[in-house]
């Protein structure tokens, strides 16, 4: 069955960074496009990017942009989201999501990692 | 960028009734609209796509409509394990979420 298995619970302090893994397995991984989505404690969704397993290029949101790194490892599997210089505000649970009735870029999530706890304290 | 605004923020029910959510979306995103619901603790579900085809195995009282610009998702009869949150997504162009409707129980 499919399954997107992701990294643990980090504690990070600020201007640090951290680097969240996320490995995928029931399907064939270059297929079908990654997406990385972070959420808050008690706020909503917010899209950060995404990787393409096959040549591994990626798109993040302009938000982002300059922070977020994202890399897959085809022997493994797995992708991986590294955010730097890390503030308080980054404080959030981080998913991986994909689709895997679409290989377009645009699609709804209809697999999900079951999130990885970033806290970023001093 | 396309933004999404749901409404309302909270909504308050009971078992039984029939809940609406509703989704604007800043410029038309034609049919690429994605509804999910979310339990504390748990990543997201989803429910629709398309505006209106619902995801297999989610319950048929769950439905969705519209295109353009306003979209809603209706919950003919409230259950049990729909006190949730939900959320909207535009998939025109890569995704951006609602801020999130929360169903509590009245």
């Known amino acids: 069955q499919v399954q997107l298995v992701q990294s643990g619970a980090e504690v990070k302090k600020p201007g640090a960074s951290v680097k969240v893994s996320c490995k995928a397995s029931g399907y064939t991984f270059t297929s079908y496009y990654m997406h990385w989505v972070r959420q808050a404690p008690g706020q909503g969704l917010e899209w950060m990017g995404i990787?393409?397993?096959?040549?591994?290029?990626?798109s993040y949101a302009q938000k982002f942009q300059g922070r977020v790194t994202m890399t897959r490892d085809t022997s493994t599997s797995t992708v991986y989201m590294e955010l730097s210089s890390l503030r308080s505000e980054d404080t959030a649970v981080y998913y991986c999501?994909?689709?895997?009735?679409?290989?377009?870029?645009?699609?709804?999530?209809?697999?999900w990692g079951q999130g990885t706890l970033v806290t970023v304290s001093s | 960028d396309i933004q999404m605004t749901q409404s309302p923020s909270t909504l308050s029910a009971s078992v039984g009734d029939r809940v609406t959510i509703t989704c604007r979306a800043s410029q038309s995103i034609s049919s690429w609209l994605a509804w999910y619901q979310q339990k504390p603790g748990k990543a997201p579900k989803l429910l629709i796509y398309k505006a209106s085809s619902l995801e297999s195995g989610v319950p048929s009282r769950f439905s969705g409509s519209g295109s353009g610009t306003e979209f809603t998702l209706t919950i003919s009869s409230l259950q049990p394990d729909d006190f949730a949150t939900y959320y909207c997504q535009q998939y025109n162009s890569i995704g951006t979420f609602g801020q999130g409707t929360k169903v509590e129980i009245k």
């Open positions: 999501a994909t689709n895997l009735r679409e290989t377009t870029v645009t699609t709804p999530f209809d697999y």
């Open positions: 990787i393409n397993p096959s040549g591994g290029s990626t």
